[in-house]
């Protein structure tokens, strides 16, 4: 089966600390994964896809097969990071799977 | 270019009441799909289509209908409203083989802003 599992729903740091997020992912084939963003009320904003390794905003993810892992990190948290984060997975029958999601809270 | 629309923003629905959210994109896009968002339980998949006259179930279809008569437009249909019902509703849309073509953030999928909606 498909899953996407975020074991951390609430995640809080200060800032200046570094950040992992993590999400781990089954799936049969080669994923196609990618990390969303969504700010209070708003719609989900693209973080980062592994495919094209871009990233906005400082944060980075690697696919790590061997352990089904694709961790959100940035080294240096900010107040503005503070958001509710998704890993999404998208297969090729045209679902994109999310996790449950994990709200980072950045403290002064 | 608009992106992915949605219409409306919130509504407040009686039990046993229907409704129609809708979604458009001006992208040309294959793909589009309905996600619902509830607290711990991230979004789920509600239905999805690949193609205008196609559509397809998603995780959690139960109470909802769709239909995909053009490439631009995908409706999701409450004809029942129950509680359970409340939730934050975003559609989404992309091209059929993003992933096939070269990196890059416009070759992605695109969420809508979302409608919030309570069924009392």
């Known amino acids: 089966a498909q899953r996407v599992t975020q074991p951390e729903k609430l995640l809080s740091v200060f800032k200046g600390a570094p950040v992992e997020l993590k999400c781990n992912y089954s799936y049969s084939g080669s994923p196609e994964l990618f990390w969303y963003v969504q700010y209070s009320r708003q719609r989900l904003q693209l973080l980062l896809r592994h495919i094209s390794r871009e990233s906005i905003k400082g944060f980075t993810a690697d696919l790590n097969k061997g352990e089904t892992s694709f961790h959100l990190k940035k080294p240096f948290a900010q107040e503005e990071d503070s958001a509710m984060y998704y890993c999404a997975l998208y297969n090729q029958g045209g679902k994109l799977i999310f996790g449950q999601g994990t709200e980072l809270s950045v403290k002064p | 270019n608009a992106g992915v629309t949605q219409t409306p923003k919130f509504q407040v629905l009686k039990t046993g009441q229907s409704m129609t959210l809708q979604c458009a994109q001006d992208?040309?896009?294959?793909?589009m799909s309905w996600y619902r968002q509830d607290p711990g339980m991230g979004l789920r998949l509600i239905h999805y289509?690949?193609?205008?006259?196609?559509?397809d179930q998603g995780e959690v279809p139960n109470g909802y209908n769709v239909s995909r008569s053009t490439t631009e437009d995908f409706p999701l249909r409450l004809l029942s409203a129950a509680p359970s019902q409340t939730s934050v509703y975003f559609c989404a849309s992309s091209r059929r083989k993003f992933s096939m073509g070269p990196g890059g953030f416009g070759n992605t999928i695109y969420f809508g802003e979302g409608s919030w909606l309570t069924v009392v």
């Open positions: 289509s690949v193609g205008a006259g196609i559509t």
């Open positions: 992208m040309n896009h294959e793909y």
